[in-house]
């Protein structure tokens, strides 16, 4: 090898589970280097580009613990397979102090709970992505120079391909510097400890088709789309167990934001549809909008098409709630106004026509939705229809609107088991010895049956911190 480097902790990423746990790890007296494979200083991540609401299942940092674990339950059914959901209540105020220690800045975003700490400076409140100078760029730009203060470093331009295992341990990684692997350079870093934190698989194309749509290409990239399952690929060799792979956060955002870079990644269109009907091209419903828009998103990914479906909603709903500014943008007037499409018509028919939906079929649905309504008997409609986290409304002012929509991916929920202290757990609930996982690239805390989103964040933060303190407890 060209180049061999030995430190205690070996970190794959530099989006925030990387940058924490290599600063823990450096706080706490190891030598740590992150090994990130953007070459810009400002190289893309979710991270970087994330609204940086910093909550647990919505709720407050500070919340009460138990509190936070009664609303991971709620969002979850109480499905939460290996049992991790107890670290992120009970670690969500000290991640955050965490953050406060190291810089970071934080406002109250609006009312409601979930945003009462928004790293700042807050994105702006319009469509379109903007991240360059606002609080995760910030806080990622701080994270960098504390860890470089600690004595760890941040090699940027540096793709970690394998993990070096010897005498039944991981023991450090293989990487591939600047470019293409015929030009790049084969170097090791040895270590103690590798930690994952590659932030899932949603760019790897041939993995969201194994697990989560027969068609990827059909999928908008809602985020960085930098996460190839590299170490998920590197965990699997080395014996790791995967959990709740089929599960992706996202949302519902207009179809054309393939063609319109305003459309992404806000407004969404999920208030609209988690109150309203979404149906396909015979006009039928086919999964239970009140679930919840990243339920839906799931769904409408499994799909053989999933170009397929469109929002049928009222006058009362485009006015109303698609208005409402506690979450801006809002839809109304963001989305028309940055070039979506909105059509609207007075009649169910007409409207039917626009969209190229069966106009028999639409009608059948608005009109059995509507009785059940009224007769507030929604879980006798096939399929049945959840009233517990959204009111539906029923379908009756003119003009009768319709959104055509598509999913937006933005980082995969399942990934490599862990345990509570953020190692990669064999099938068997064994620790693979020397290796761990944080954020993204982790499963079993998000996701199941209703594809429940926790928070990306403060997963990335908690179990970044875990797996740092773990590796220094045992290093003694
Ligand atoms: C538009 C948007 C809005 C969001 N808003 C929020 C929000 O408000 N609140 C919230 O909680 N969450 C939000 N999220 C989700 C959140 O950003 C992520 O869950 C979180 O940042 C994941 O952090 P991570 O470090 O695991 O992954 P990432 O930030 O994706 O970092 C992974 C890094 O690993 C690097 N990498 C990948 N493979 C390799 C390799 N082989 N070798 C070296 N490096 C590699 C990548 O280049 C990347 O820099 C949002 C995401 C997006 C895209």
Redesign the pocket.
Known sequence: MANDVVVDVVV???????LSAANRAAELGLSAVV????AAPD?????????????VAQKDMRADPADIQAAIDALTDGDNSTALSPIMADEAARALEWMREQGGKFIKGGVLEFMRWVLAPPRPRRPG?EWKGRGPDVFLRNLTAKLESHGGKLERG????GLIIEGGRVSGVTVERGGPPEQSEAEQFKSEAVVI????FQGDADMVRQYISPNPDALFT???G???G??LRMAMVAGAGVVGMNRF?GHLLGRETFNNEKLW?YPTVDAIAQVSVVVDGAGARVFDEGQGGVYMANNIAALDNPLSMTVVFDDSVWTGLAADNRYPPCMNPSFVNEGGTVFAADSLAELAGQIGVDAAGLAKTVVDFNAAVEAGSLEALSPPRATDKFQPNAIRTAPFHAIQLCVGM??TMGGVMIDRNSQVLHDDGAPVAGLYA????TGGIEGGPSAAYI??????VITGLRAAEHISNLKG
């Not at 090994?35 to 953007?38: K, S």
């Not at 540096?158 to 391909?161: E, K, M, S």
């Not at 928070?455 to 990335?460: R, T």
């Open positions: 794959v990423g530099g989006g925030l589970a990387g090994l990130e494979q953007g190289y893309p991540c979710n991270s970087r580009f994330s609204g940086g609401i910093v909550h992505l540096v793709r970690a391909t934190a590659d932030g899932g809602r985020g960085a930098n996460g190839n590299d170490g956060y990644p933005t980082y944080a954020g993204s690239a928070g990306g964040l403060s997963k990335a």
